[in-house]
């Protein structure tokens, strides 16, 4: 699993961006796949995510995770539910301590928050769809409502698919120069006339920042080339591949 030190410095919170190995799962969704609504056995995504939670040294029964559609929708969260059950939200907060918040991608930004002066985190789930429809400065809201400062909030920016993997339509940019012209910034030119290759986890990075939030850390990993070590729906589909597994990225408030 993967972590970032500015999150592992705040007092009481546990954070992970889990990779796809030491999990039970095999084919498509070896091994560590934490995803109820992909194809595999539900058997095995209990006991992914059950694993996962003994990483973080939590109880299986802390997680919860949504029925992720790119939304820009926020749950509070005051008390868990049915793993597989979880409500239509693209993002979770919470203050009550034992409750691990966990995002499922394969190449979307998983986005995880703590504010570092008060008992209070944060997860989304943060796609194209869902960064430019407002889904991180939803989370933001939610978490001010909580009593959380922007300005001191840590933020970390999980794995998801890099620049160099993400080749877009040519009418892909129009949408996010309508909503600022200095968008342009994130999308190069593709080897294919009239493409461009997007920068999405720089474009979440830029529009967490300008919530007025000072400490915003990515990981540099890309879940389309890293085969080995993330699921990716892209890579998916550009192997013909029928599926793919969800990797789980989690954060807790500790009792």
Avoid at 14 to 36: D, K, P
Avoid at 143 to 160: D, H, I, K, T
Avoid at 217 to 222: G, S
Wanted: overall charge negative; charged content about 20%; glycine content about 8%.
């Amino acid at each position: 699993m993967i972590t970032v030190s500015a999150l592992n410095d705040v007092s009481r919170v546990r954070h992970a961006f889990f990779t796809r190995n030491r999990g039970v799962s095999t084919g498509l969704y070896a091994s560590l796949n934490c995803g109820y609504g992909s194809g595999d056995s539900p058997e095995n995504v209990t006991r992914n995510r059950a694993l996962a939670m003994e990483m973080m040294e939590q109880p299986a029964s802390a997680l919860i995770t949504v029925t992720q559609q790119h939304t820009n929708t926020v749950i509070t969260v005051e008390k868990v539910w049915e793993p597989a059950a979880g409500p239509v939200a693209d993002a979770m907060v919470t203050d009550v301590p034992g409750i691990a918040l966990g995002i499922l991608t394969a190449d979307c930004v998983p986005v995880l928050f703590a504010d570092t002066t008060k008992p209070i985190i944060g997860a989304a789930h943060a796609g194209w769809k869902g960064a430019l429809g407002g889904v991180l400065e939803a989370t933001v809201a939610a978490m001010v409502a909580l009593g959380a400062r922007p300005g001191a909030l840590s933020v970390a920016v999980g794995p998801s698919i890099s620049q160099r993997s993400y080749e877009v339509g040519p009418e892909f940019p129009a949408p996010f120069l309508v909503e600022d012209a200095e968008n342009e910034q994130f999308f190069a030119p593709a080897r294919k006339p009239d493409h461009f290759m997007f920068d999405l986890p720089a474009y979440v990075a830029r529009k967490l920042a300008r919530l007025g939030i000072s400490e915003v850390i990515r990981t540099p990993c890309d879940t389309c080339r890293e085969s080995d070590r993330f699921f990716s729906y892209r890579r998916a589909c550009q192997n013909g591949e029928p599926d793919y597994g969800r990797g789980l990225s989690a954060i807790v408030l500790e009792r």
